[in-house]
């Protein structure tokens, strides 16, 4: 299992990499903590021909809290939004730094980044859920300059993007905070990617429901994010967490692979949400 | 059209110089051209954790690294845990708690724990958070449990030990600061 | 016999070695939790293990695999791959002379097949070595190896017990039919049809135990190069059995095996995936001959998970009769072993059913016994036998079976065993299989689980976990480990190549220092520390300057290697035997120099003296010295040195444990967790009770794993589907809980120092205990389950016609439900 033959470049700045990008014409891919990349590269599932090394740029490794939303540089590692202990990060986005230990394990989280996983766009990854939970925009540079994205509209299929492949993404930007969100997801072992992943935000307003935000991982292609009006207006607390787990059991037809079921993800799907969201109603400490 | 390299590393404090392929794994790069075959293969996709070592103090399972990534870096390898013959006190733990069997994995754990451990500070961990941390790798021999109770019981030991102790005379990455 | 319960010590999160100012004056090592010796190097990254061998002009192998489960094999086309540089050779089946291995049981019923190092013109399984690059490096190898062009014509896959055994099927091999190997009613007793008629209780079912990965963390490897000096191939092989391995080489390739050296070096976990021949090893061993370079192969992750050996796959129709007080009436088993396409050297694929078949009964007294065990041939990767062989499977049969009769006739599932067992005052006993069951301490083992249970408040919290909204459950195996099968027993299978002898020599050198050269082969199990106490404490000295050396087809005429937990019974047997003679000329030399009768000289120490005279000693290293360097001073029959060779081939010693466990189901995730567990086990006299426990802990994983957690599957067409370790499921620390041991000692009549093996009991009684949680926590639903795995998508399916969701389990204050927020 040893890779096929690249040409390795390393890039200074983000000037660099994209030169470096457009040279290849598609060719290339960005090498940032390899936690994904290079295991298939050792299978030879991904063979390219050239890795553009990202790690050394500097600049782009930051957690930014400020009346302007969160800022997380592509290149921060997940392990510094894990431990981070900056007050505003984690008042108004703590569900990121507690979201943090369901990514692998501790050595992959020191070396995997943010923009890895968004670029990666794995369907059950948690910062991909959450970047679509919470509205995130996707800062994109490419040779025309830059571009913003909404999550929304940048998960386009399994490991699929929008970006184009001249592109590099430099930021995450989250623009308004969640107090009352939570992600949880299951495997069968510690560590391993989701079969199903629920993330979830509610905004309540004197007990009632203003809103509750639902996405799920592992159920497709793609982060989906569920249709919840029919929840705006009712009453936070359990029975309209059954009811939204329900809810989102009925409106995905997920695939039947090796590890779970169709049906069994529906399963999965509904007691996630619902977990989910009675956490997230805990506040913001998550206790 | 191979694409060749010549990097300088740090291999436990000694200084090297080599040429590699781009795609020489830094697994294969440490055991096969700079000769410390004490860091395994377990599955060369980032998984079994096997191939554990430090990159610039920070834990990276070498066969997800190319070497030329490592070009200008610091690296620690299971050889370089010991002081001369003297294990230490990690090392010293995984013997006393029968952390190893065949020992295929066990460079992967001490390399593994070594960073944890580093960077601890004064929390004592339960034995859950060090469970957590020791599900990272995989092994096959021991269950598990010799290891938890080694790890558990350095971190105790170094506590104790206060601020100045944590770790033994010359173990890199040992201390907690 | 005397026998019964001995000495019992409890081992909790304290598995230790113990500082030798804590051991015994005495010096009596044996019973000791010495500090391993093989830590050293382990631990500082000088352990040597194959694939770190680099030996000058070194090519490296890499093999085109069939990408097919079956399919005939046209031209192979190899002007790519040879043109790049750095690529020496390309061999073919055709090249190396079509070597194979034919696996032998010299019985009517077994239908011997080859096995082809290369496939030839056809390929029976995805995966199959097709065909062999050498190149400068492994990464240039399997460049070129992408580049053979390979004619393949696919044919359809057979993948399961039901297509092959089915009427007209394609033959995986032309020699067989009905796609069986073997096929062999062992035991059929003639009552046993009057005995169900009568029955009160009749039980039964279809038991099923899936295809699993032995999965060592150190693949297998080799490095193979002709020694022009010695005249020999010398191989570096990741194996448990050098000396089989030399014979397979030798066998295949027409060599004699005095032309072969074989070594073992360090070999990181087998689990009986190395206790075959596998065929890279033969194919590199004879590149090597041809290219006269040295050929070096490490096998990958996928090799091993899709192309190296599998075991397990099993499948069992039985039905039980019982009285009316739960006492067993009779047996009848039918046993399908799925054993893929091969049979592998030396053991046959005939040793799961084999074993299956002629231990069912186990502990139990089953008096009228009847069972077929069928080796089946599919297109899937050939078995070799696992950690285990077949008796995690007869286990979990058989308490399944207890539990059944018990739920049948409303009595306690205990009361159930303990009815059935062979009782304290029964040993020896002797089954309708014809097999001796030596003492052991079945019911005490049981007793006293039961009371951990009870004292540890295991039913108080499965409570609370009930109350907690979770299903919670409590279960048991109590069995038996047969060890240490010596020839007698071994040649009932008719092997061709019958193991279970094994052979030892002791020497010490003028200095004092012992050198113990064995037949075994440990790989982990800690055999340099326990012959070294076993050894140490017949000649009075120090472990540390006993010296164990194994794995070397050159220091051991022959030896059968480690497997079947028969080392330290076999092969410390034998080396204790060996020491003993050593002992027995060191004394007489000493009542020789003291002017006494050898019977009143003893070893301790390391010095020899007189008894109740302190005055009257001499340290062994003088004695040593003696004896090379002046031994015209000795008489004539003490003379020339102090070495003895010994062999020790016993009938087979029982093991014994009984598992209990607790799991949790959460309804809402389906996820079963580990929440207790506990292991009361007698392995007899225990050598090193901290590598003992390693034994159990490792063992009590993988068994967990059977039943939660592992499986090798496969698609419709032969496609391997668990290719990668996100595939398959080994577990992590994370998915267990503390294990608790607890042991009880009933030395053994027929070991040398009394111990039993005890390496595989771990995996054996695991999921049966874990099976019987399982369906101990479903017991108020009309779910159960009679296979392993359960994974949490089958316990869906089961439960979603009981219409238990309970999704709202947040907030319950259960700490460490993982679906919980951190």
Sequence with gaps: MKPAQFSYHRAGDVAEALTLLERYDGEAKLLAGGQSLVAMMNFRLARPAALIDITRIGGLSYLRASPDGLRIGALTPHRAVETTRDPAVLDGFGVLPRSARWIG?????????????????????????????????????GPDGERTVPATEFFLGLYETAADPG??????????????????????????????????????????????????????????????????????????????????????????????????????????????????AMGATGA | ??????????????????????????????????????????????????????????????????????????????????????????QQAFSDHHALQCGFCTPGFLLLAQAYLGELSDAEPSEAEVREVVASNLCRCTGYQGLVDAVLATAKARRAAGPDGAGSPGSPGGDPG | MTGGAGAQTTTLNGNRAAPEAALSPSGRWVGAALPRKEDRRMLTGRGRFTGDFTRPGMLHAA??????????????????????????????????????????????????TPMPMLAGDEVRFAGEPVAVVLADDPYLAEDAAELLDIDWTPMPAITGIEAATADG?????????????????????????????????????????????????????????????????????????????????????????????????????????????????????????????????????????????????????????????????????????????YSAFAFTSAVEPLMASSELPGIYKVPAYRARGRAIATNKAPTAPYRGVSRPQIVLVMERVMEKAARALGLDPLTVRRRNMIAPGE??????????????????????????????GWPAERDRLRDGGLLAGIGYSCFSERTAYGTPVMSQRRMRMTPGYDTAHVRMDPSGEVIVTTGTCGHGQGHETTFAQIVADKLGVHPGQVRLRQGDTDLAAYGWGTFGSRSI???????????????????????????????DVELADGAARIRGDDTASIPIGELSRLAYFQTHRLPEELRYGLEARASFDPPGTFSNACHATMVSIDPGTCQIRLRRYLVVEDCGVVINP?????????????????????????????????????????????????????????????????????????????????????????????????????????????????????????????????????
Excluded at chain 3, 247 to 267: F, H, K, M
Excluded at chain 3, 436 to 455: I, K, M, N, P
Excluded at chain 3, 729 to 750: K, M
Aim: aromatic share 4%; hydrophobic share 45%; glycine share 10%.
């Design chain 1, 105 to 141: 394990h501790y050595p992959i989280r020191v070396r995997g980044t943010f923009g890895g996983s968004i670029a990666h766009a794995d369907a059950a990854s948690e910062w991909c859920l959450l970047a679509v939970l919470l509205d995130a925009r996707i800062l994109l540079r």
């Design chain 1, 167 to 280: 592109e590099m993404i430099t930021e995450i930007w989250f623009p308004r905070p969640a107090r009352h969100a939570a992600l949880t997801e299951f495997a069968q072992r510690q560590g391993d990617f989701a079969i199903v992943a629920a993330a979830v935000s509610t905004q309540v307003t004197d007990g009632t429901c203003d809103a509750v935000r639902v996405v799920l991982g592992g159920v497709g292609t793609r982060p989906l994010l569920l249709d919840t009006e029919e929840l705006a207006g009712a009453p936070a607390g359990p029975a309209t967490w059954q009811a939204a787990g329900e809810l989102a059991a009925a409106a995905i037809d997920p695939p039947s692979d090796g590890h779970a079921s169709g049906d069994y993800r529906k399963r999965l799907a509904a007691t996630l949400v619902t977990r989910a969201l009675a956490q997230s």
């Design chain 2, 1 to 90: 059209m191979t694409d060749r390299h010549t990097i300088r590393l740090r291999v436990n404090d000694r200084e090297h110089t080599v040429t590699v392929e781009a795609r020489r794994t830094l697994a294969d790069v440490l055991r096969h051209d700079l000769g410390y075959t004490g860091t395994h293969l377990g599955c060369e996709h980032g998984i079994c954790g096997a191939c554990t070592v430090l990159v610039d103090g920070a834990p990276a399972r070498s066969c997800l690294m190319f070497g030329v990534q490592a070009d200008g870096s610091d690296v620690t390898t299971v050889e370089g845990l010991a002081d001369g013959e003297q294990l230490s006190d990690l």
């Design chain 3, 63 to 112: 093999f085109a695999r069939s990408p097919f489960a079956a399919a005939t094999v046209g031209a192979i086309d190899a002007a790519a791959a040879l043109e790049l540089p750095g690529v020496a050779a390309v061999f073919t089946a055709a090249d190396l002379g079509r070597p194979f291995l034919r696996a032998v049981l010299e019985r009517d019923e077994f239908v011997p």
């Design chain 3, 169 to 341: 099927a394609r033959q995986v091999h032309q020699e067989l039919t009905g796609n069986c190997m073997v096929d062999l009613t062992m035991c059929e007793s003639t009552s046993l049809p009057g005995i169900f008629a009568a029955a009160p209780v009749i039980v039964g079912g279809t038991f099923t135990s899936a295809r699993v990965a032995a999965l060592p963390l150190e693949g297998r490897a080799c490095v193979a190069e002709w020694d022009d000096r010695d005249d020999q191939l010398v191989a570096h092989v990741s194996t448990q059995v050098p000396h089989q391995v030399r014979s397979g080489i030798a066998q295949a390739l027409g060599v004699a095996e005095g032309r072969i050296r074989v070594i073992a070096p360090d070999v990181g976990g087998g689990f009986g995936l190395k206790c075959v021949v596998g065929r890279e090893e033969v194919v590199v061993a004879a590149a090597a001959m041809r290219l006269r370079r040295p050929v070096a192969w490490v096998e990958d992750r996928s090799e091993n998970l899709t192309a190296s050996f599998h075991g397990h796959e099993q499948r069992y129709v039985v039905r039980a009769a019982f009285d009316d007080d739960g006492r067993i009436l009779g047996l009848s088993a039918d046993i399908d072993c799925d054993v893929g396409a």
């Design chain 3, 427 to 456: 040993f020896p006993h002797t089954g309708v299989t014809g097999i001796t069951y030596d003492e052991g301490s079945y019911l005490a083992s049981l007793d006293l689980a039961e009371q951990r249970v009870a004292a540890g």
């Design chain 3, 569 to 599: 019974v076999i092969g410390g047997g034998a080396a204790g035997r060996a020491a003993h003679q050593v002992a027995d000329q060191l004394r007489r030399v000493a009542a020789h120099l003291l002017e006494a009768s050898p019977d």
């Design chain 3, 690 to 822: 901290m590598v003992v426990d390693g034994q159990v802990l490792g063992g009590v994983t993988q068994g967990v794993a059977a039943a939660l957690l592992e499986r090798i599957s496969y698609t419709e067409d032969g496609q391997p589907a668990t290719t990668t370790l996100m595939d398959y499921l080994a577990p992590t620390a994370a998915e267990l809980c503390p294990i608790e041991i607890v042991h009880l000692e009933t030395p053994s009549a027929f070991s040398e120092t009394g111990a039993k093996g005890m390496g595989e009991g771990g995996t054996i009684g695991a999921p049966a205990a874990v099976l019987n949680a399982i369906n101990d926590a479903l017991s108020g639903t009309a779910v159960s389950f009679d296979q392993i795995p359960v994974l949490p998508t089958d316990l869906h399916a089961a439960l979603t016609n009981t219409g238990l969701t309970n999704t709202g389990l947040a907030n319950t204050g259960l700490a460490g439900t993982r679906t919980d927020a951190p």
